[in-house]
């Protein structure tokens, strides 16, 4: 496994593996210490000579300076341990909190970039009759209108706008485009004579600006 600061980005398998490291290095030092007490309770500064001088006869000095020296080598890799877990907890709270932003950036970014790609509607539809031509169409009720033949947001002034358009188009295919649930949605209606009053059977009302 890479350190912590490698090129590789830190995981929580990586975490996981360092605390299980320091657990082994924890449980080697506790040995460790234990086997200097087993020597007559030595622990790391009391003396191995006697009074006179002397090596100790009481205790097994090779076992107690290997205690000492290994407690020494592995409490400072404890430390260089800990200082690794450190940092890996650190990179991956420091990459969770990038990723959040960078998540909440990119969805404002898309819905920014939604609502500015949106045509500007200057009618809405408020009611359809079922198996009117509109109906038949797709057209929906709250369907917001930015273009109805050649009548769009510049040139709209009435209704009568789209009257006119609607006489002219009578059995004849005509490009309206709603926005519909914050998408944009192309509609072919065909303005003919049905069971009901018009050519549509639909309702719309002008968008108050």
């Known amino acids: 496994m890479e350190p912590p600061g490698g090129s590789r980005p ?5 975490v996981q593996e360092l605390v299980r490291r ?10 460790c210490y234990e086997l200097l007490e087993s020597q007559k309770g030595v622990g790391m500064n009391e ?29 400072n890799d404890h430390k260089a341990l800990m ?11 420091a990459r969770e909190k990038e990723k959040h ?10 819905a920014m970039s939604q609502s500015q790609s949106l045509p500007q509607p200057f009618a809405r ?16 009720v709250d369907d917001e209108i930015v273009e109805f ?17 609607v006489q002219h188009s009578e059995g004849r295919p005509l490009s309206v485009t709603v926005i519909r649930g ?8 065909i303005p003919k004579r049905w069971a009901g009053k018009g050519l549509l059977g639909c309702n719309i009302i002008p968008l108050q600006r």
Request: charged share 25%; aromatic share 2%.
């Open 22 to 31: 320091k657990d082994e290095l924890e449980a080697q030092i506790k040995a």
């Open 47 to 75: 003396p191995l000579v006697d009074a006179e001088g002397f090596p100790r006869d009481d205790i097994d000095l090779y076992q107690v300076r290997t205690a000492r020296h290994n407690i020494i080598c592995l409490q």
């Open 10 to 14: 830190i995981t929580i398998s990586d």
């Open 83 to 93: 200082k690794q877990v450190e940092e890996a907890l650190h990179q991956l709270h």
């Open 149 to 165: 033949g050649s009548v769009n947001v510049n040139n709209f002034q009435s209704l009568q706008n789209i009257a006119t358009v």
């Open 101 to 110: 932003a960078r998540d909440e950036a990119e969805a404002l970014a898309e």
């Open 125 to 140: 539809v408020n009611a359809v009759t079922p198996g009117s031509p509109a109906s038949v169409s797709g057209l929906q």
């Open 182 to 189: 914050g998408r944009k949605v192309h509609v072919g209606l």
